[in-house]
């Protein structure tokens, strides 16, 4: 073989992956245990530690799940990853090795609604304060820095859908200011966007969305881009202040550039808990494999049907960076020329109840809270999703009262073309 790194689509089916050693079973197997047994009592001792590698409990770490951070860690091109139980765990476990009470963080104004929520009022309880910046203006990032910020956050491709952030410069400012950038990558995966490529430091999933592609698991995924240099930073306690726990160890100088993983999994996982379960992980896996191949056709299905409806008499407008004329289209070009993804919103000339109309009369389109699913999915945000919103946060998220968002599967596009003409004609 020759030095030469593999490709994507390999990576997508081999990254973190082998025969397995006992039986040569090629698929992963499901690790589907919660305990593994030391192989002596110095070797429970060193695990305890954290002196060896190896498994204690699946709390903390499973075979399974270990060969899907690996494959994550390599299509992203990060340094390390840790799966947990959700897309929300992962944002939730990343700021806890981040934050400290009375901290504040810099968020994107257009992010996935849950975010919204989580960010704005169970962080409260954590004495974690979000200031939020307007995802097409960088310069509202750098105004909302104040001493106690310790992370600017936003989406790749931003809910609810149709848009592009420009990554980098993010990046440029986080730099600045000597802060990590993490980037929400749900919506682009790793075959459209890799953040770290741009400048971002953390990348956190939801894999429940297009990674396990299927629509039937829920998972999430932090991946360490290892370019954060957090030893000795005092900002930092997790990582850069003896840890109590395992006997004075700084995880940081310890376990170099991917020492926040490594805290987000002995201090996360260990103490909060969200972990993934062995099957999800074998599920994502499974998912991961076709995930170039689905990402493109979602891809080019979407910029099909976004084609159509930016014609059709009863649409007001389109919001798809595909799209030559969209306002994000030179973003689009440059941050992910293979294709801006399935996600993507249009506005009805007939407003809210025209919205509730469409939903409720469509048929092939499945409508429900998801994206992300090989099927075509539909939902109206400003009545479902976003509705714990105020007006002017639905307005400013994305999801006013005309706003349709569609997640577009992998059907014949001729179908969903003919299903969304007859329900727009309704
Ligand atoms: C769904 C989603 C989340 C939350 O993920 P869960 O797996 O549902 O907890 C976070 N960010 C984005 C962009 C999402 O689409």
Not at 30 to 47: E, G, K
Not at 67 to 76: P, S, T, Y
Not at 80 to 93: D, P, Q, R, T
Not at 173 to 178: D, L, P, S, V, Y
Request: charged residues 15%; aromatic residues 8%.
């Amino acid at each position: 073989m020759s030095d030469r790194q593999p490709g994507f689509e390999t990576l997508a089916i081999h990254a973190g992956a082998a025969p397995d050693a006992t039986t040569g079973a090629r698929a992963t197997p499901i690790y589907q245990t919660t305990s593994f047994v030391f192989d002596d009592v110095d070797h429970a001792a060193s695990l305890f530690g954290l002196q060896a590698f190896g498994n204690i409990y699946s709390r903390i770490t499973n075979p399974t799940n270990a060969v899907l951070e690996e494959r994550i860690a390599a299509l992203e091109g990060g340094s390390a990853a840790v799966a947990v139980a959700s897309g929300h765990a992962a944002e939730f476990l990343t700021m806890h090795a981040l934050m400290q009470p009375g901290d504040q963080f810099v968020a994107a104004n257009k992010l996935y609604g849950g975010s919204i929520n989580q960010f704005n009022h169970s962080y409260k309880n954590f004495g974690w304060e979000v200031a939020w910046a307007d995802t097409d203006d960088p310069a509202s990032f750098e105004a909302a820095i104040t001493p106690r910020t310790k992370a600017i956050f936003c989406e790749s491709i931003a809910n609810p859908g149709g848009v592009i952030t420009d990554i980098a410069a993010l990046s440029v400012i986080a730099k600045r200011h000597n802060i990590p950038l993490i980037v929400d990558n749900t919506m682009a995966t790793p075959y459209l966007i890799r953040p770290f490529e741009h400048g971002a430091d953390i990348v956190v999933h939801s894999a429940t969305k297009f990674l396990g592609g299927h629509g039937n698991s829920i998972g999430g995924l932090i991946v360490d881009g290892g370019s954060f240099n957090w030893a000795g930073d005092a900002r930092y306690p997790m990582l850069s202040q003896p840890r109590p726990e395992y006997s004075g160890m700084v995880l940081s100088e310890t376990f170099g550039n991917f020492g926040f993983a490594i805290a987000v999994r002995v201090l996360g996982l260990r103490d909060l808990g969200p972990a993934l379960s062995p099957f999800n992980a074998f599920l994502i896996l499974n998912g991961i494999e076709t995930l170039p191949l689905r990402m493109q056709r979602h891809s080019d299905n979407a910029l099909t049907v976004a084609t159509f409806l930016a014609q059709h008499p009863a649409v007001s407008w389109v919001s798809y960076p595909g799209l030559p004329s969209d306002r994000y289209h030179q973003l689009a070009e440059r941050y992910t020329p293979k294709g801006a993804g399935a996600v993507f919103t249009f506005g009805l000339k007939g407003g809210y109840d025209a919205g509730v109309r469409l939903v409720s009369s469509l048929q092939l389109f499945s409508h429900l809270a998801n994206i992300g699913d090989t099927r075509s999915l539909v939902i109206h945000p400003a009545s479902t999703t976003h509705r714990q919103l105020t007006d002017a946060q639905k307005s400013a998220a994305g999801a006013g009262p005309e706003v349709v968002r569609l997640s577009i599967g992998l059907e014949d596009p001729a179908d969903l073309i003919e299903d969304l003409d007859a329900a727009l004609r309704g």
